[in-house]
């Protein structure tokens, strides 16, 4: 493993921290007046998404986790288990629902992933940012409502329930934010 000095890393590099892979998602290089400078950092977890804060001096060391990535394909859903086809070996994995963590309600069939890995073990699959879901119920909407007038619930394909404009009707396409939950826009 390579190691890193404090003043390296940035936002979005990994690093190893007792074993556990974590994400920097915040770095803020402070200078007191007094003192010797130091880092505050913003960690995140790639395990189970729990946030840290640590701080560092300027001339600590720190491993730097390396994190593979294989492209994954959707297949279908058996118990508890998610099966996905390897796009490079063609291999079908089973995954269990708790590496999914609440992924899996934006899971529709031949959808990519990235199955995040690190010493060989799987540690997340994430899905891509943006997915257009068809609408499949939701309660009708009335002439002269606009975008800015309110939400309603609707169900996507997959059975997750994401709030919508008063506008979309049952079989339109949306976008939706597989990160949060949110609709973004109709799509084509």
């Known amino acids: ?7 390296q890393i940035k936002v979005g590099v990994t690093v190893d921290l007792d074993g556990v892979p974590f994400m920097v998602v915040n770095v803020e290089h402070v200078k ?10 913003k960690l995140k977890s790639l395990k189970n998404d729990a946030m840290l ?5 300027s001339d600590d060391k720190i ?3 390396f994190i593979e990535e294989r492209k994954l394909q959707y297949s279908y859903h058996s118990g508890d288990f998610y099966h996905f086809i390897d796009s ?3 291999e079908d994995l089973a995954i269990e629902k708790n590496k999914l963590r609440d992924t899996d ?17 799987l540690i997340a699959v994430t899905l891509p940012n ?10 009708p909407g009335i002439k002269g409502d606009t975008a800015k007038s ?31 939950g949110e609709y973004i826009e109709r799509a084509a």
């Not at 309600?105 to 073990?121: H, M, P, T």
């Not at 943006?130 to 309660?139: C, D, L, M, S, W």
């Open 63 to 65: 491993e730097e986790a």
């Open 32 to 41: 007191p007046g007094k003192g010797s400078a130091f880092v505050r950092t």
């Open 105 to 121: 309600k934006f899971l529709k069939d031949d959808l990519e992933v990235a199955a995040l890995y690190y010493k060989g073990e």
């Open 88 to 90: 490079e070996s063609y």
């Open 150 to 180: 309110g939400t309603k619930p609707a169900t996507l394909e997959t059975g997750a329930v994401v709030q919508v404009p008063l506008f979309i009707d049952v079989g339109t396409r949306v976008k939706i934010d597989t990160r949060t």
């Open 1 to 7: 493993m390579a190691t890193l000095g404090i003043n």
């Open 53 to 57: 804060d640590r701080t560092y001096k």
């Open 130 to 139: 943006f997915v257009v879901y068809t609408i499949t119920h939701t309660e």
